[in-house]
């Protein structure tokens, strides 16, 4: 008699694969990582300039490298086993926090001054850039290798609510840990994390390499992976969707001067304002989890999308901790429908060798977006003020939906 776990149905049946465990673990320790970096260089470069277009430059200097090496990294990660690649560049974050340390000591700090640690800071974080150009779309791919196909839907939820879960954590530990225990430490924190990560992505088994056409060449690799998506409607509308409600409706880089100057709550609150869309993310991909969307998820993810823009607009108007701490809560219970409805598309809609390529198209899209949103802000509000800024970005969210309503008529009609 068949175990109920075992069962594709069951939201559990993933979670009995020991390697889907296993990465789960890289998931979660590295992205609470990331999370950490995050929040630690953004709150230092609002401290140390006060501009919120130094602090924009932070997104723009990861973003530029992962968009220029994308469609290259999608032909790397398809003729290179998934595994060791993962294990690799995950292993390279340790050199950058390391960095990220040094420069953070008040001995450094004082011997180069706060100018110097500036340009250290977007060097540094140009350099991660470079490794999350190969590291996010083989993180991607591999996941197909890990679990069987009737899993994938609810492996791709367990990925996101983890993801989402760590996002939370990172976020919030950040805060206290530089309120309370200063940068030295919170940095330490963060090395410890990617050694676990790197110690579980190398614990899986190698994997086979997935596209194994010796003689294609390298821009004929790229090439197909960018007509695979073009012509696969329902991959190219939810990304483009996705690239610019995250382009305008962005609002991350601007926080620290919300949590600073609007709403006045220090580091804490500012931590806690940074992890409030995750927080919402997690809740619904608990739920999702349990409950997992059955029909009309393309008409979803628009209602979703225009969801968020009005969360932004209120975050913007609002001048009460609590009412934008809600707002941002709001728009990750919709941005967290969104991911799931995303990566399922992804994972259903890409065949095995195409996946490296399929994911970096993806990562260009969507991952990168969130930098360039934060430079956007940036220049936005630098142009007409941080409150006009977000206002101006949540507005534009709801044009892209508007504009994705009547121009990609597949998208409403997509259910898996």
Same mark, same amino acid.
Request: hydrophobic share 55%; with cysteine; proline share 4%.
């Given at each position: 008699?068949?175990?109920?776990?075992?069962?594709?149905?069951?939201? +559990?049946?993933?979670?009995?694969?020991?390697?889907?465990?296993?990465?789960?673990?890289?998931?979660?320790?590295?992205?609470?990582?990331?999370?950490?970096? $995050?929040?630690?260089?953004?709150?230092?470069?609002?401290?140390?300039?006060?501009?919120?277009?130094?602090?924009?430059?932070?997104?723009?200097?990861?973003?530029?490298?992962?968009?220029?090496?994308?469609?290259?990294?999608?032909?790397?990660?398809?003729?290179?086993?998934?595994?060791?690649?993962?294990?690799?560049?995950?292993?390279?974050? #340790?050199? +950058?926090?390391?960095?990220?340390? &040094?420069?953070?000591?008040?001995?450094?700090?004082?011997?180069?001054?706060?100018?110097?640690?500036?340009?250290?800071?977007?060097?540094?974080?140009?350099?991660?850039?470079?490794?999350?150009?190969?590291?996010?779309?083989?993180?991607?791919?591999?996941?197909?290798?890990?679990?069987?196909?009737?899993?994938?839907?609810?492996?791709?939820?367990?990925?996101?609510?983890?993801?989402?879960?760590?996002?939370?954590?990172?976020?919030?530990?950040?805060?206290?840990?530089?309120?309370?225990?200063?940068?030295?430490?919170?940095?330490?924190?963060?090395?410890?994390?990617?050694?676990?990560?790197?110690?579980?992505?190398?614990?899986?088994?190698?994997?086979?390499?997935?596209?194994?056409?010796?003689?294609?060449?390298?821009?004929?690799?790229?090439?197909?992976?960018?007509?695979?998506?073009?012509?696969?409607?329902?991959?190219?509308?939810?990304?483009?969707?996705?690239?610019?409600? &995250?382009? +305008?409706?962005?609002?991350? $880089?601007?926080?620290?001067?919300?949590?600073?100057?609007?709403?006045?709550?220090?580091?804490?609150?500012?931590?806690?304002?940074? $992890?409030?869309?995750?927080?919402?993310?997690?809740?619904?991909?608990? +739920?999702?989890?349990?409950?997992?969307?059955?029909?009309?998820?393309?008409?979803?993810?628009?209602? &979703?999308?225009?969801?968020?823009?009005?969360?932004?607009?209120?975050?913007?108007?609002?001048?009460?901790?609590?009412?934008?701490?809600?707002?941002?809560?709001?728009?990750?219970?919709?941005?967290?429908?969104?991911?799931?409805?995303?990566?399922?598309?992804?994972?259903?809609?890409?065949?095995?060798?195409?996946?490296?390529?399929?994911?970096?198209?993806?990562?260009?899209?969507?991952?990168?977006?969130?930098?360039?949103?934060?430079?956007?802000?940036? #220049?936005?509000?630098?142009?007409?003020?941080?409150?006009?800024?977000?206002?101006?970005?949540?507005?534009?969210?709801?044009?892209?939906?508007?504009?994705?309503?009547?121009?990609?008529?597949?998208?409403?009609?997509?259910?898996?």
């Amino acid at each position: 008699m068949e175990n109920d776990d075992l069962r594709p149905e069951s939201p +559990f049946a993933v979670l009995k694969l020991k390697e889907f465990r296993l990465y789960i673990i890289q998931r979660l320790f590295f992205t609470m990582a990331m999370r950490m970096i $995050a929040t630690v260089v953004f709150w230092q470069m609002y401290v140390i300039t006060k501009n919120p277009l130094a602090v924009a430059f932070i997104g723009l200097s990861e973003a530029v490298p992962a968009i220029l090496l994308s469609l290259y990294s999608g032909h790397v990660v398809d003729k290179t086993d998934n595994r060791k690649l993962m294990f690799i560049t995950t292993l390279m974050y #340790v050199f +950058f926090a390391l960095v990220l340390l &040094v420069i953070s000591l008040p001995s450094v700090e004082h011997a180069v001054g706060k100018h110097f640690m500036q340009y250290a800071i977007y060097f540094t974080i140009f350099g991660t850039g470079v490794v999350r150009a190969f590291l996010g779309p083989v993180t991607n791919a591999i996941l197909a290798q890990l679990v069987p196909k009737p899993l994938l839907p609810i492996a791709v939820t367990w990925r996101s609510g983890v993801w989402l879960g760590a996002s939370v954590i990172g976020h919030a530990s950040a805060g206290f840990l530089i309120a309370y225990a200063g940068l030295t430490v919170t940095f330490t924190v963060i090395i410890t994390l990617i050694l676990i990560a790197s110690v579980a992505a190398f614990l899986i088994k190698p994997k086979p390499i997935q596209n194994k056409r010796t003689d294609q060449k390298t821009w004929d690799s790229v090439k197909e992976g960018l007509s695979y998506v073009l012509k696969t409607k329902e991959l190219l509308s939810a990304m483009t969707l996705d690239l610019f409600a &995250v382009l +305008f409706g962005g609002t991350v $880089a601007m926080i620290p001067f919300f949590a600073g100057e609007i709403l006045k709550v220090g580091a804490i609150g500012f931590g806690w304002l940074n $992890a409030a869309t995750d927080i919402g993310s997690i809740v619904i991909i608990i +739920f999702l989890t349990l409950f997992p969307l059955k029909k009309k998820q393309g008409l979803l993810l628009l209602y &979703v999308v225009a969801g968020y823009g009005i969360c932004i607009i209120t975050f913007g108007l609002s001048t009460i901790y609590w009412l934008s701490f809600v707002a941002l809560l709001v728009s990750g219970l919709l941005d967290g429908i969104s991911v799931v409805i995303r990566g399922t598309i992804l994972q259903l809609k890409t065949p095995d060798e195409m996946r490296g390529r399929v994911s970096a198209i993806n990562s260009m899209f969507i991952n990168s977006a969130n930098e360039i949103g934060g430079f956007e802000s940036g #220049v936005a509000a630098k142009l007409m003020g941080v409150v006009p800024s977000v206002i101006f970005g949540g507005s534009m969210t709801l044009l892209v939906v508007i504009g994705s309503w009547f121009k990609a008529p597949s998208l409403r009609k997509f259910e898996y």
